[in-house]
């Protein structure tokens, strides 16, 4: 929020900086004006033009300080937006890092057809236990075993679906 403040602040500074060189620029071109009308020629009596003896510089420098200004605030509140996007990406990616975690540390726990079936039904929730015994390549008797002790653990959910039954993950992993 400190970027955001502080940008919209700039931006005011770079505002005011603006209108004030500008308010100044009228107000010479007013006098020259004046003493133009006056003379009725913008020549002085020793032949310099009152156009030609006109610096300029300090006008544009006024301009570019307050363009200056003005962009460093408009980066500033983009900057804030941008680091909070940032920030966001990384607790997404520290939650699926501590989600990684967990399920390693209850693979530990598991055998090896265990940890073929869960991460068969971690990939595709839902998934039919026909499709699941083709894709880990358990025997029928074999797979009904496991997924019975991962029911008892409390890691799966069997739903009947048809002549076969989908498989669930009941934990967030």
Do not use: P
Request: charged share 25%; glycine share 6%.
């Amino acid at each position: 929020m400190e970027n955001k403040k502080l940008g919209i602040i700039l931006i005011v500074i770079g505002a005011a900086i603006a209108l004030t060189f500008y308010a100044i620029k009228i107000e010479h071109d007013s006098m020259l004006d004046k003493i133009i009308a006056q003379q009725t020629s913008c020549f002085l009596e020793d032949g310099t033009c009152l156009h030609a003896g006109r610096n300029v510089s300090w006008f544009i420098f006024g301009w570019i300080i307050s363009t200056a200004s003005a962009s460093l605030g408009i980066y500033l509140i983009y900057f804030e937006k941008s680091q909070k996007e940032i920030i966001s990406a990384l607790e997404r990616h520290k939650q699926i890092k501590v989600e990684e975690e967990k399920f390693g540390i209850l693979q530990k726990a598991m055998s090896e057809e265990e940890k073929c079936v869960v991460n068969a039904v971690k990939e595709q929730d839902g998934i039919t236990q026909q499709t699941l015994r083709l894709r880990t390549g358990l025997h029928k008797s074999k797979l009904s075993i496991v997924l019975g002790e991962l029911e008892k653990k409390g890691l799966i959910a069997r739903e009947d679906k048809g002549k076969t039954k989908q498989v669930f993950l009941k934990i967030n992993i």
